[in-house]
T-cell receptor, first 114, second 115 residues
């Protein structure tokens, strides 16, 4: 089945450690996104990528990094510079550029500090 | 200014009744799209319904309909015949044509359906 796979489902980070969240899609979508969601809050954009080898900062990019070496993959690294990383992270993709194209989401990764 | 405002943090509805979830938006773009998503407690975001700024008819998808009032910049979601499985967070989102890569999300409304 086509879809977006995020792994792991749960992740724990030690102080000073970088961790990488995986996002893979087999929908052949060009655009991919990373969002952060804090409890009881909406989604905030971290990074997005329209095409391979290109990505743009969102509203809260500090302390995060991404890469887009393949169309199918858009991993997010939470660096030690992100002092409050505990949150729910959602990856999304979008099929085309039409204004009516929704984003499709993965099941998310819950990140906590040990 | 907030692009998307959802003023109802929580709502209760009796099973089988209809409920309206409010959403207002702010844009100066003439071409934009409005989306509603459902987020169950498991966390995934499920796309429900879309309304384009130039659409003359209100969008409908099964039990979901969108009450689109362009002059008031509101795009309220109406769920008819509520079911227990409708209990979830609901998010309104907008995408503007001039910056089509970015989606703006509201803070969400938590809907609880009572048996």
């Amino acid at each position: 089945d086509g879809g977006i796979t995020q792994s792991p489902k749960y992740l724990f980070r030690k102080e000073g450690q970088n961790v990488t969240l995986s996002c893979e899609q087999n929908l052949n979508h060009d655009a991919m996104y990373w969002y952060r969601q804090d409890p009881g809050q909406g989604l905030r954009l971290i990074y997005y990528s329209q095409i391979v080898n290109d990505f743009q900062k969102g509203d809260i990019a500090e302390g995060y990094s991404v890469s887009r070496e393949k169309k199918e993959s858009f991993p997010l690294t939470v660096t030690s510079a992100q002092k409050n990383p505990t949150a729910f992270y959602l990856c999304a993709s979008r099929e085309g550029q039409g204004i009516n194209q929704p984003q499709h989401f993965g099941d998310g990764t819950r990140l906590s500090i040990l | 200014a907030q692009k998307i405002t959802q003023t109802q943090p929580g709502m209760f509805v009796q099973e089988k009744e209809a409920v309206t979830l409010d959403c207002t938006y702010d844009t100066s773009d003439q071409s934009y799209g409005l989306f509603w998503y459902k987020q169950p407690s498991s966390g995934e975001m499920i796309f429900l319904i879309y309304q384009g700024s130039y659409d003359e008819q209100n969008a409908t998808e099964g039990r979901y309909s969108l009450n689109f009032q362009k002059a008031r910049k509101s795009a309220n979601l109406v769920i008819s015949a509520s079911q227990l499985g409708d209990s979830a967070m609901y998010f309104c989102a907008m995408r503007e044509d001039y910056n089509f890569n970015k989606f703006y999300f509201g803070s969400g409304t938590k809907l609880n359906v009572k048996p």
